[in-house]
């Protein structure tokens, strides 16, 4: 790697694309992936508006394809990305860091957990916590023996509850966001959704040649219609909250009209989050995140159904562990294809259209994490908060409805948690905290999304111009509105399965690439024998010098790397 010159010529900052010149404001921005993927997003905007009904019609058909014709595929890779993630994580190559030597973390090991934990699900949480659970009890899956409303009916309610918000959607992100870190950290490449590729294709083809540009662009349009439907879906559960408290009762088929004005209202603030950086607007919002969701399910455990709460507890983990692998590959093969494409496959294409950004965002905030750190962090820590949450809040529900309260058959998905919280006291508190909850959630999800679209859009700069950022908070929020607008709920479910269909191919691909790269790896363990790898390809890795491992060689002087211009920092402490 050549020296640096003085004065630059080289972006400094770790993480920002290291082959591009330096460069400010407007010239920072990639105008090509830039341009045409947010002309994309605007014309099936446009499109929607316009044509509602014939969008709408063309849609539900081609959804109907891909689910019938390409639920396997999700089905598998699914479950693969499962296994990929836990091999690396006990494999040898669990202990190799995701920077180079030296470089301690940005950020404390809470703030980590709390930052990854609400840009990946946290509104989901909000909308799914009580009507998830209760759904599958008084509707078993096909799969599942059990009669409606029955005590095998919750349990087995449970377990796939688990399943969809474990284990599986977090895999899918560990590894997304494994080879995005382990690439620009470890390898000093931009931090693109296209740079773990050079270890397939060469820098000069993803890079010089433009490949890489098509992955960054599907990347973006993924991550506007998969963060734009988990705003729609906050918007809707503030808009049921407000219908309530306002009328009294909810709305069976609520107007778009209240949760676009929401999205609006809420977009403001996610532009002055977005303004204010990672380090300020999205960490505080995080921390306030947890604190608010701790004193929601402190309040719910105390004043809700606790004894039960706390035998559903052992009873669901032991179903979730018992069923996992079943549960991870049925298919449609035998029947059962409508309740695959509305829950499972539906969920697992809602996971992958989120990881550029969740991939992305947790890659940002991952330097100087080891892989097994990484992993295991990503995979375990929030899928056991995940299983706390819904036997806290699931479970709430799941005793209202075995004892007649029928909340199942509540108006809407959005008005399940307020008709839980209704039954106990304090209910116009509590069902405050759920909307301020939900809207901070959508705050700081959006304000993540935006950072990392503004990321992919820039050539991978670790901190994208602040008006590009703008635009794109500005744009999710558009989109979830006009998503509102064509068909509500179902209309932000199609579009999410639709971007995500090719991306699943592309995160194979990281998969991939990540392997390749870790073969080269010079801190790889390994049993005696010789070493897979050639020097000449060990002299493309910035965090090795062969020419030093041979005694007999007098090593030349190290050249300057552009990861070395930036000082260790050390953890905020955990």
């Known amino acids: 790697m050549s020296r640096v010159p003085s004065g630059g ?329 409508d309740w695959l494409a509305s829950w499972t496959i539906f969920y697992w294409a809602w996971w992958i259209s989120w990881t550029p950004f969740v991939g992305t965002f947790i890659a940002r905030i991952s330097r100087g994490r080891t892989i097994r750190e990484f992993v295991l962090g990503v995979l375990l820590v929030p899928t056991a908060v995940s299983i706390l949450w819904f036997v806290v809040f699931g479970g709430m529900g799941l005793d209202l409805q075995l004892n007649g309260t029928d909340i199942a058959g509540t108006g809407s998905a959005a008005a399940g948690f307020f008709a839980a919280l209704q039954q106990y006291p304090f209910f116009i508190g509590s069902a405050l905290v759920v909307m301020v909850l939900t809207a901070v959630f959508f705050v700081s999800g959006a304000d993540a999304g935006a950072l990392v679209l503004g990321t992919l859009s820039s050539r991978g700069r670790k901190e994208p111009w602040k008006p590009l950022v703008i635009f794109w908070a500005v744009l999710s929020g558009a989109v979830a509105a006009v998503l509102l607008f064509v068909g509500g709920l179902p209309a932000l479910q199609t579009f999410t399965i639709l971007a995500a269909t090719p991306f699943v191919l592309i995160i194979i691909g990281l998969c991939v690439s990540l392997y390749v790269d870790l073969r080269r790896d010079p801190l790889r363990q390994r049993t005696m024998g010789p070493v897979r790898t050639s020097s000449e390809a060990l002299g493309t890795v910035p965090f090795t010098n062969p020419a030093a491992e041979s005694a007999d060689v007098e090593a030349p002087p190290e050249a300057a790397s552009p990861l070395d211009t930036e000082p260790p920092r050390h953890s905020e402490g955990t």
């Open 9 to 337: 010529g080289i972006e400094s900052a770790l993480g920002d694309a290291v082959s591009e010149p330096r460069r400010t404001g407007w010239a920072t921005v990639d105008k090509t992936v830039f341009f045409v993927s947010a002309g994309i997003i605007l014309v099936i905007c446009l499109l929607g508006v316009l044509f509602t009904e014939t969008v709408g019609e063309v849609s539900t058909s081609v959804l109907g394809w891909v689910t019938g014709n390409v639920g396997w595929l999700f089905i598998l890779a699914a479950s693969g990305f499962v296994i990929f993630a836990l091999v690396l994580a006990f494999g040898r190559y669990g202990s190799i860091p995701l920077s180079r030597e030296g470089q301690g973390t940005e950020f404390s090991t809470l703030s980590w957990v709390s930052m990854m934990f609400s840009a990946g699900m946290g509104i989901g949480l909000m909308f799914f916590g009580v009507y998830e659970p209760v759904t599958h009890l008084a509707t078993p899956p096909p799969f599942v023996d059990a009669a409606s409303n029955s005590p095998e009916a919750a349990n087995a309610a449970m377990a796939y509850t688990f399943f969809h918000w474990g284990l599986h959607p977090w895999a899918i992100y560990s590894v997304v966001g494994l080879a995005l870190a382990y690439s620009t950290y470890r390898m000093g490449r931009g931090n693109l959704m296209s740079a773990p590729f050079q270890a397939l294709f060469g820098k000069e083809r993803i890079e010089g040649k433009g490949w890489g540009k098509p992955i960054d662009m599907l990347a973006i349009i993924c991550t506007q219609f998969g963060s734009a439907t988990s705003l729609g879906l906050g918007a809707l559960q503030i808009a049921a909250g407000v219908s309530l408290l306002r009328t009294g009762q909810f709305e069976e088929e609520p107007a778009a009209a209240l949760p676009i004005i929401i999205i609006c209202v809420l977009t403001v603030g996610v532009v002055f989050s977005a303004a204010s950086g990672v380090a300020k607007g999205i960490k505080w919002l995080s921390n306030t995140n947890m604190v608010l969701s701790a004193v929601l399910v402190v309040f719910v455990f105390v004043v809700g159904p606790t004894v039960f709460i706390l035998n559903l507890l052992p009873s669901s983990i032991g179903a979730y562990l018992t069923d996992i692998v079943p549960m991870s590959f049925h298919s449609a093969v035998f029947g059962g294809g």
